[in-house]
């Protein structure tokens, strides 16, 4: 059975090519912002590109933001990309302001204390044991445009929920790659960029829908 995958239109860029992607990867994948289509969907693709504070805004101008609580609510699942990955912890600070993010997650993102910034390019990712999105990919490499991050993980899970998996890299220090908590999924990287390893961490995403 074909699943039904909503890249969520809210006016974030990258739209188009995370359609081509999630297609490859084996998805009935729509673009669209209607809201009842991103509620029924199988899955939510959640893009972001730009600053924090726009993509939040433009997000909440949506009702992005309740779209997203109402799926995990439910437990259905929605995949955060890049700045829609970094959006879903409670805060995030830009050129000395402190934005309110979607607080799905604690933590605040901050910039990466690097000798080059933007962190752009391939980089390699340390997943957990028994990460459902880097089955089979573990030692790819994947491509990153970013110059801010999570890099501290302080969700306290308690039994008997699951831990979530965590994936880090480094560039300058480490920080967070890409977390799968439950329903809820994120990449700081972008897998609609990032060739064949890409397409095939979506389709484990497709696939455990």
Request: proline share 6%.
């Amino acid at each position: 059975m074909t699943r039904t995958v909503v890249v969520y239109d809210y006016g974030s860029g990258n739209v188009h090519s995370a359609v081509k992607a999630l297609a490859a990867a084996g998805a009935d994948a729509r673009l669209t912002g209607d809201r009842a289509e991103a509620l029924e969907a199988d899955g939510l693709f959640v893009p972001g590109v730009g600053a924090f504070a726009a993509v939040r805004a433009a997000l909440l101008a949506q009702g992005g933001d309740e779209i997203i609580d109402r799926r995990l609510a439910g437990g259905r699942p929605v995949l955060g990309v890049c700045v829609g990955m970094q959006v879903l912890f409670e805060h995030g600070v830009e050129r000395g302001q402190n934005v309110d993010g979607l607080g799905e997650w604690p933590g605040t993102v901050t910039e990466l204390n690097a000798p080059v910034l933007p962190h752009m390019g391939w980089n390699t990712v340390t997943p957990d044991e028994g990460s459902v999105l880097f089955r089979g990919i573990e030692e790819e490499r994947f491509y990153f445009v970013h110059s801010f991050a999570a890099q501290k993980w302080e969700l306290d899970v308690i039994a008997p929920f699951p831990e979530p998996k965590l994936t880090w890299t480094t560039y300058g220090e480490p920080f967070l790659a890409a977390v799968e908590n439950g329903p809820l999924s994120a990449t700081q990287f972008h897998p609609e960029k990032s060739g064949d390893a890409g397409i095939r961490l979506l389709r484990n995403w497709v696939d455990s829908l």
